[in-house]
């Protein structure tokens, strides 16, 4: 990506952030009542969100060709077991990264 | 501002500057790795200052996402802002000329730490409020400026790199799993996910994925709200 397009990306991902942190106080004051349907989406919609982000970033992993997606699984089984020992982020983050980058360079 | 102040600040935003200036370095050297330098990686964290958004940012800039899709996933994955805003009406009520700098900075973290009624006593609240966001802000940027430094500087192998990304959503999904008993969501989520993945490859399932996640939220409400009453 240019320079003039990669600047107008980040100036989008900007005014669209932004605007989703105004938009409640601009629209609901405190009195007025926000419909529920908001609510209900707002509620549930990280869930699912980030669930499609941890698809997102596995989405270019061959699992029909060598390695099968073998230092992906690793790295993720390593984050999660890191997590439920520690409940530390940045440890699970930073030791399955760690494990990943060692994988890829040197094993597969 | 006396000493005090900004030592109770301080105190009260350490947590949030571990994790900022940790994965600010984690952004910095992943987006360097991509070929963008210090100047944009400074520019992405003042002016959209939103960690995961930031992230995917540098996946689909370096991949040459469209416009629209560069919109859309900023929308979705960004929406929940929508709701700390809705919950900070009261609280930022009388911020007065402090308000549009606040809801600008209003982050997960910084959401977490001024959405509680526990604020510093003798302190003036509109400038604690300020204060925290201005601090975190600042070791968001800082983070993100030394990652970039240090990928720059070290020229150590960063094949690999982007999985601290993957890492990071994977930890965000066991917190939200372990923080609920309601899996409906995050199961329709990963569900969605993979259908549309296989349908539409992975250059183009983020939209039809985000729109099939509405659509079922909303026919499965009876059912999601019903787990909610056990």
């Known amino acids: 990506m240019n320079n003039t397009s990669l600047l107008i990306s980040i100036l989008v991902i900007a005014a669209i952030t932004a605007a989703l942190r105004f938009i ?3 629209v609901f004051s405190a009195n007025r009542k926000t419909p529920n349907i908001i609510l209900y989406l707002g509620r549930y919609l990280p869930y699912s969100i ?3 982000l941890v698809v997102y970033c596995l989405k270019s992993v061959n699992l029909l060709a060598a390695p099968f997606g073998l230092p992906e699984l690793i790295g993720v089984f390593i984050v999660v077991v890191l997590h439920f020992l520690k409940r530390n982020t940045l440890l699970s983050i930073a030791g399955g990264t760690i494990c990943y980058m060692l994988l890829i360079q040197f094993v597969f | 501002m006396n000493k005090k102040f900004l030592k109770t600040v301080f105190i009260k935003t350490l947590p949030v500057m571990t994790g900022y200036i940790a994965l600010g370095i984690g952004f910095g050297i992943l987006f ?3 070929g963008y330098g210090l100047l944009w990686s400074v520019l992405m964290a003042a002016l959209v200052y939103a960690g995961s958004m930031q992230y995917v940012a540098i996946n689909l800039i370096s991949g040459g996402a469209s416009l629209i899709t560069i919109a859309l996933t900023t929308l979705l994955v960004n929406a929940r802002h929508l709701f700390y805003g809705i919950s900070m009406i009261g609280k930022y009520k009388d911020a007065g000329k402090k308000k549009p700098y606040l809801i600008f900075a209003l982050t997960d973290e910084t959401y977490s730490l001024l959405c509680s009624d526990f604020y510093p006593e003798n302190a003036d609240k509109g ?13 968001w940027i800082t983070g993100c400026a030394l990652g970039s430094l240090i990928g720059s500087a070290i020229p150590f192998n960063t094949a ?6 993957t890492a990071l959503f994977v930890t965000i999904f066991i917190e939200q799993w372990l923080s609920t008993k309601k899996h409906l969501p995050a199961v329709i989520g990963l569900a969605s996910a993979v259908i549309c993945l296989l349908i539409f490859g992975a250059d183009a399932f983020l939209i039809p ?13 009876r059912f999601i709200k019903e787990a909610e009453n056990e």
């Open chain 2, 32 to 34: 360097n790795s991509h």
């Open chain 2, 160 to 165: 690999g790199i982007d999985f601290c990304m």
């Open chain 1, 50 to 52: 980030m669930a499609m």
């Open chain 1, 24 to 26: 409640p106080f601009a």
């Open chain 2, 209 to 221: 994925t985000m729109t099939l996640i509405s659509v079922s939220l909303i026919l499965l409400k």
């Open chain 2, 127 to 139: 400038k604690y409020q300020l204060a925290v966001s201005l601090a975190n802000h600042l070791y």
